[in-house]
């Protein structure tokens, strides 16, 4: 540093050590020996670890305990030290998948795979190409082993010798770590969409094949738990329920597979390209007053669901006659612009 600042050793050693306290960099040695090594008093090198590093290293280590802790079942010690080496040493061939500390995709996989039923480890390719889709991390493997714990000391799971135990595309595919009342969340996500207002027992049926009172006991816990609530407003003995905020957000759910939060930011930084546009074109009647950002862009996740995006309008003119006058010219100059069969029928509606 000296040389290359073109300053005496003491004054390298002082911003150094300042750089130190700031926790910007770490260093092994005291402050006495820093100056002595940069006077050349020394012939060792000084070695500045940064935190990144450090974070790297205790990264390595973490993660050959927790591949051993999730593959360890069943197997020696020996066996899982030697997968965790040979995973290790192969690690250079694919890419890293932050912040997973160094374990790739495939990595992540073979942990899910070892903790699945073994009477139903069947199809590896197919599950291997829809967990590509879902592009899951860290934490969403984690949620996915807790489930399965639970899962697997459940009596569907048990009785009949895992009979009923899904293969792993499927488990997968149907998202069963978000169970919601015990069923697939892409489940769940049909039978709120038989209807908005008049759910009744006959579409759990349908769409679940529970009969009778184990149809009536799921509806009371769906609405338990929030999804839905009775619907008084429909007259008749025959009971109806209608969705709550959080069963129309369910009813709604697109399950898309995450997206990194580099192209997040993207497609964010156009929408509000999009909304300077809008608010400096007099074309537009309304101005975006305000922007809302929640969901999971909000976390440090490096991989986020969606953008989940409120807006607030607000008209630019802000006298109401004025406002609404534009409005109605606005509307005639579609209707003067389109085809005359267009014109007829938007005539008609005006006129109804």
């Not at 009923?164 to 488990?171: E, S, T």
């Amino acid at each position: 540093m000296a040389r290359l600042f073109g300053c005496t050793a003491d004054q390298a050693a002082a911003v150094i050590t300042e750089l130190v306290d700031m926790q910007i960099c770490e260093s092994n040695l005291d402050e006495s020996l820093l100056r002595g090594l940069l006077s050349g008093d020394r012939k060792e090198k000084v070695r500045l670890e940064s935190r990144r590093m450090l974070r790297e290293e205790n990264d390595r280590k973490n993660n050959a305990l927790y591949q051993e802790r999730h593959r360890s079942k069943g197997k020696s010690k020996g066996e899982v030290r030697e997968e965790v080496r040979s995973l290790s040493s192969s690690s250079s061939s694919y890419p890293l998948i932050s912040p997973n500390g160094g374990l790739r995709c495939e990595d992540l996989f073979e942990i899910f795979w070892a903790s699945y039923p073994a009477h139903r480890q069947t199809g590896r390719k197919s599950a291997y190409s829809e967990w590509r889709k879902l592009k899951p991390d860290r934490e969403m493997l984690d949620r996915m082993l807790s489930a399965l714990d639970r899962q697997k000391e459940s009596s569907d799971w048990i009785k009949e010798d895992g009979r009923y135990v899904p293969g792993i595309r499927k488990w997968l595919e149907d998202r069963y770590w978000e169970l919601v009342v015990g069923f697939p969340a892409r489940q769940m996500r049909e039978l709120l969409r038989q209807s908005d207002l008049r759910l009744s027992a006959e579409d759990v049926n349908r769409v679940l094949g529970l009969k009778g009172e184990k149809a009536s006991q799921f509806l009371e816990n769906l609405e338990h738990q929030g999804y839905i609530v009775k619907n008084t407003d429909v007259p008749g003995p025959k009971l109806y329920w209608k969705h709550t905020i959080s069963g129309g957000a369910l009813c709604n759910a697109l399950f898309s597979a995450p997206v990194s939060r580099r192209n997040a930011e993207k497609k964010l930084a156009e929408f509000m390209e999009r909304v300077h546009r809008v608010n400096k074109d007099s074309r537009f009647l309304y101005r975006v007053q305000k922007v809302v950002l929640f969901g999971s862009f909000l976390s440090e996740s490096p991989t986020v669901g969606d953008l989940d995006i409120a807006i607030d309008l607000q008209p630019k003119e802000p006298d109401l006659k004025k406002h609404t006058k534009l409005i109605r010219a606005r509307a005639d100059e579609a209707l003067r612009a389109s085809s005359p069969p267009d014109r007829a029928s938007g005539h008609i509606l005006l006129q109804a």
